[in-house]
């Protein structure tokens, strides 16, 4: 069970509940500040005091005031009328995080929701009832307006959910859950849920934890090719690193000789004194991307235990109005990690071309004894390339672009949605170009000589070899290469190198 207090969630423990399936609960004293906050807003709707989006509508309305018979009818406007989602809907994983980190935003103490609002959040991540989200219509401003409003519908007990594989009416997932609705809203409820940052939060962080893992397994292959192309090591002597001491590629210099040490493979090339960046450079190349992913991990930590709807309540009974839900700081940290994740997989690709090519470095030419009858392994290389060309487009930045929106008062928007959902997508597809490596690597292994490999690269051969079998005669590759993502995806290549 993962205690939540909206300050200390880690990386770590959000890892456990939205891909482990650990259970999160809210803690009795955060709950405390939550039914505090509460009292703050029905004490301001008592005195009949004009706060945003408690007495008056929202975005350019916001200077129209609802009368105080209408503040529960607002709400449930405010969530319906923003529920305009279009497009694929969010796999589960995405919509666990969402309900992770909205809950634990508003356990802060700052929303003035009730402590049910916040259970009612947790009860449906507990019991796996997965409002259906579509993935695009969210401009990353004024928080996820529109993703979070189909969340918030289902704990209204309407819109659609998943549960148990099945998709539903709301009220219908939450019933055969054993859940009751939060229904009806009180005041500011249905705008706390709505204004926050938990559909960028949620892709982000799941884009950052593949491509940590996608990193870690381009580390461990890369050395399963350096092997197999009899590389140069040379290049990863620490004093050239502490000539340049960047941490990253100090880093991926040392792992690299813990992984190629006892191999006797490497350094067999004589007529070659410098070997392509694709492997010389290694430390300089994926290096960046680890110091990259160690800044974004500080950014989604943070964000993860921060308040970030609008207005927010202080315990001096002040409704403070300000911009906590814009996305830019999501925006920037998702754009920097679609790119350095990229760059992981396009290094992979060069390195499959030179597997694939390497007769001057002892290799059958696409890794095939039978040429010409078996194409072998030519065509994984088009797959790599494909994924390298569809992630240059997707780095191409969101963030740069702003569309007004709510007729200009919502002037500058983040769109770090499309940057989240970008980062996603590039880390999915980085995953599977690593995996496309190994498919590519594990084959060269054997012409090379599996028994010459360093310890390290031989219980790495044997664990590909127990999901993909050898390639001896051309045949479908589709199938191999996704048990391979997946098990880069799950971190299913033995420990962390990096």
């Given amino acids: 069970m993962v205690e939540l207090d909206g300050h200390g969630l880690t990386l770590h423990d959000a890892e456990r509940v939205v891909l482990g399936g650990v259970p999160a609960c809210p803690s009795p004293r955060a709950l405390e500040q939550v039914e505090a906050s509460h009292k703050s807003v029905m004490t301001i709707v008592a005195e009949g005091r004009t706060v945003y989006g408690l007495s008056t509508g929202l975005g350019k309305l916001s200077h129209v005031t609802v009368e105080s018979g209408d503040l529960t009818e607002l709400q449930h406007n405010l969530v319906r009328s923003h529920a305009v989602g279009v497009g694929t809907p969010l796999s589960d994983e995405a919509v666990r995080g969402m309900l992770l980190f909205r809950a634990n935003s508003l356990l802060k103490g700052c929303s003035g929701v009730r402590p049910r609002v916040v259970d009612c959040l947790l009860e449906c991540l507990n019991a796996g009832v997965v409002p259906v989200i579509p993935e695009q219509g969210s401009v990353g401003s004024s928080g996820d307006l529109t993703p979070l409003a189909h969340l918030g519908l289902v704990l209204m007990g309407e819109g659609r959910?998943?549960?148990?594989?099945?998709?539903?009416?709301?009220?219908?997932?939450?019933?055969?859950?054993?859940l009751e609705p939060v229904f009806p809203l009180g005041p500011k409820e249905g705008l706390a849920l709505l204004n926050g940052t938990a559909y960028m939060l949620s892709l982000t962080f799941l884009a950052w934890l593949f491509a940590r893992r996608a990193l870690d397994a381009a580390l461990k292959v890369s050395s399963l090719s350096f092997q197999s192309l009899r590389g140069r090591t040379e290049p990863f002597d620490p004093r050239i690193h502490d000539a340049r001491p960047h941490p990253g590629q100090v880093r991926v210099a040392a792992a690299m000789r813990k992984l190629l040490a006892g191999s006797g493979l490497?350094?067999?090339?004589?007529?070659?004194?410098?070997?392509?960046?694709?492997?010389?450079?290694?430390?300089?190349?994926?290096g960046?991307?680890?110091?990259?992913?160690?800044?974004?991990?500080?950014?989604?930590e943070r964000e993860m235990n921060a308040a970030t709807d609008n207005p927010l309540l202080f315990p001096e009974g002040e409704a403070l109005s300000g911009g906590n839900f814009h996305g830019q700081i999501l925006a920037f940290a998702a754009e920097l990690l679609a790119m350095a994740a990229a760059e992981v997989g396009a290094s992979a690709e060069r390195r499959m071309t030179i597997l694939l090519s390497g007769t001057e470095r002892g290799l059958p030419e696409f890794l095939t004894q039978r040429r010409g009858l078996h194409s072998g392994l030519m065509l994984t290389q088009y797959s790599a390339a494909a994924l390298v060309a569809e992630n240059k487009v997707l780095c191409h930045p969101a963030v740069v672009d702003s569309i007004p929106t709510s007729g200009g008062k919502e002037d500058h928007n983040a769109?770090?949605?499309v940057s989240a959902w970008k980062a996603l997508r590039v880390s999915e597809n980085v995953c599977r170009q690593v995996a496309l490596e190994f498919v590519c690597a594990a084959q060269a292994a054997e012409f090379a000589g599996v028994e010459q490999l360093s310890s390290s690269a031989r219980q790495l051969h044997a664990t590909v070899r127990n999901v993909v079998p050898r390639l001896v005669e051309d045949r479908a590759l589709s199938a191999d290469v996704e048990k391979l993502a997946a098990l880069v995806r799950s971190a299913g290549l033995g420990e962390h190198v990096l």
Wanted: net charge negative.
């Fill in 161 to 178: 959910a998943r549960w148990r594989g099945e998709e539903l009416d709301g009220g219908e997932a939450l019933a055969r859950a054993g």
């Fill in 266 to 286: 490497v350094d067999t090339l004589a007529d070659d004194v410098q070997d392509p960046y694709s492997l010389r450079c290694l430390p300089q190349l994926l």
């Fill in 415 to 417: 769109m770090g949605s």
């Fill in 288 to 300: 960046p991307t680890w110091e990259a992913l160690a800044w974004v991990a500080s950014i989604l």
